[in-house]
Each structure stands twice: as structure tokens, then as C-alpha cells.
């Protein structure tokens, strides 16, 4: 009887912590540079997932979203929505500009404890703000793109070193899975150590 008991618990705590990830919340490992400096290698981030399944989100210009890469559904990826359908986006000079006009963006002048070399701004789309990296000497082809109805745009932050709707083309809103809320944990993917300094930054 006991171990009846023992198999019970066990499968609804499965069933359970399986619930939440598909309905609720989902934790999501993050590989490469291609959110930096918002979001690093090594970094464990929490994804909320409720909003999206009650349809209580509606996707905004600038937002950081979790998605299922095209082609490959079990593999997650983070991006940043740079437009909506109907939207133009150009990305030229190492500027992005939606609609016609260039985002507005702020130098940031103390870059001492940022990841990578190159400069930094602060840029603004919709109602969210968040640091882009760039690089000077590094080559930026021109690329654009008129959204279509029912996909969006999506870029990493850290665009010299970011796979994005620039190679692919527009993302399919079907795929995005939630809103990356906050860093949960993080490890230098280098040498092991805990990051203890990104554990619970809020991602913008």
C-alpha cells in the first residue's frame, strides 16, 4: 500500500511539473552572445507562458520573446521583436529604423563592466528600452523587410553576432512560446563557476 502511495505521488508531481512547463512557466538555457548584453551565455532564464495560452498578450515592438526555431521545434531561441506586421524594417549602417525612421538610441558613456568590446547603446522601441553592442570595424549588409500579417520581426540585441529574421525572414507568431522575465541562473560556460551577479536580473 505504501508503495502504491509512493508511485502516486510521484506521477501527479510529474504530471504536475509537466503542467507548468507546457501551460505556465518553462526554464530556457541560453547558448550564444546573441542577446548580450541583456541576456549572456550561460544564463538560465524563467519564460512565462501563461499570458500567451489565456491570450491575454498581445506581442509589442521592442519586446524580448522565447520561440520555437523555425524548423526545429524543440529548440528554443531569444530574440527581441523589432516590428509588427505592416511594419518596415530596414537594418543599414549598424541602425535599425522602423517605418522609415531610424530607433532613437543613446551612447552609453560607462561601458567598463560590459561583456564585449565595441560601443554600447541604449535603444528604444515602443515602450521598451535595452542596450544594443556594436562594433565598428565589423561589416553590416543592409537588409529590409515589409512584415506580413500574422509574423514579426525578430532580432538579436548583439546584431553583429545574431542569427535572426535577417537570414531567415519573418517568424510565424504561432512559434513564440513566452516573454523571458528574469534570470534564474548563470554559469560561466568557460570554466563552470556560478555567475552570482546575474542571478535574478530582470531581462528588459
Not at 175 to 180: D, E, I, K, R, S
Amino acid at each position: 500500500m505504501k508503495t502504491t502511495s509512493v508511485i502516486l505521488l510521484t506521477l501527479f508531481v510529474m504530471g504536475l511539473a509537466l503542467s507548468v512547463k507546457k501551460w505556465a512557466y518553462e526554464v530556457v538555457r541560453i547558448p550564444t552572445p546573441s542577446m548580450s548584453p541583456s541576456i549572456l551565455p550561460g544564463d538560465y532564464v524563467l519564460v512565462e507562458k501563461w499570458r500567451l495560452v489565456l491570450k491575454r498578450w498581445n506581442l509589442e515592438r521592442g519586446e524580448a520573446i522565447v520561440f520555437q526555431q523555425p524548423g526545429e521545434g524543440d529548440i528554443r531561441l531569444v530574440k527581441r521583436i523589432a516590428g509588427l506586421p505592416g511594419d518596415f524594417v530596414q537594418w543599414k549602417d549598424h541602425r535599425l529604423s522602423l517605418n522609415g525612421s531610424p530607433l532613437p538610441r543613446q551612447k552609453v558613456s560607462d561601458q567598463k563592466a560590459l561583456p564585449q568590446k565595441g560601443n554600447y547603446f541604449e535603444e528604444t522601441n515602443g515602450r521598451h528600452s535595452y542596450l544594443t553592442p556594436q562594433e565598428e570595424d565589423l561589416w553590416a549588409p543592409a537588409w529590409s523587410a515589409v512584415i506580413l500579417p500574422g509574423t514579426v520581426v525578430v532580432l538579436g540585441d548583439n546584431r553583429d553576432y545574431s542569427v535572426d529574421s535577417r537570414t531567415w525572414g519573418s517568424l510565424d507568431q504561432k512559434l513564440v512560446v513566452g516573454h523571458p522575465t528574469r534570470v534564474l541562473f548563470s554559469r560561466n560556460p568557460s570554466n563552470g563557476q556560478v555567475k552570482w551577479g546575474r542571478i535574478g536580473k530582470i531581462i528588459p
